[in-house]
Nanobody
Framework: QVQLVESGGGLVQPGGSLRLSCAAS????????MSWYRQAPGKERELVAS????????NYADSVKGRFSISRDNAKNTVYLQMNSLKPEDTAVYYC?????????WGQGTQVTVSS
């Protein structure tokens, strides 16, 4: 079965960095777009970044452009989100997602808290 397992979240001071990982299994990872979303308390879930199957197509939310970087390692079935210059408003649960034909799959999420 399809599984997405996020890791790497935690507490970080403003201006700090974190790298999130999402390990995928149960499908042909290299053939599908992967995305990172986040959801802050009281807010809707929003797209942070996505990367195409062959890394040729990358998109970022305006709020993270220039600070976050998405990448993937198809040999390890893993997608990453490097987050630099973190701000308090980046505090949220971060989710990994993929779409296989007509079905969406989500990970369980990892908490990122940016606070001094």
């Amino acid at each position: 079965q399809v599984q997405l397992v996020e890791s790497g979240g935690g507490l970080v001071q403003p201006g700090g960095s974190l790298r999130l990982s999402c390990a995928a299994s149960g499908f042909t990872f290299s053939s599908y777009r992967m995305s990172w979303y986040r959801q802050a308390p009281g807010k809707e879930r929003e797209l942070v970044a996505s990367i195409g199957a062959i890394s040729g197509s990358i998109n970022y939310a305006d709020s993270v452009k220039g600070r976050f970087s998405i990448s993937r390692d198809n040999a390890k079935n893993t997608v990453y989100l490097q987050m630099n210059s973190l701000k308090p408003e980046d505090t949220a649960v971060y989710y990994c997602k993929t779409d296989l034909t007509t079905t969406q799959y989500w990970g369980q999420g990892t908490q990122v808290t940016v606070s001094s």
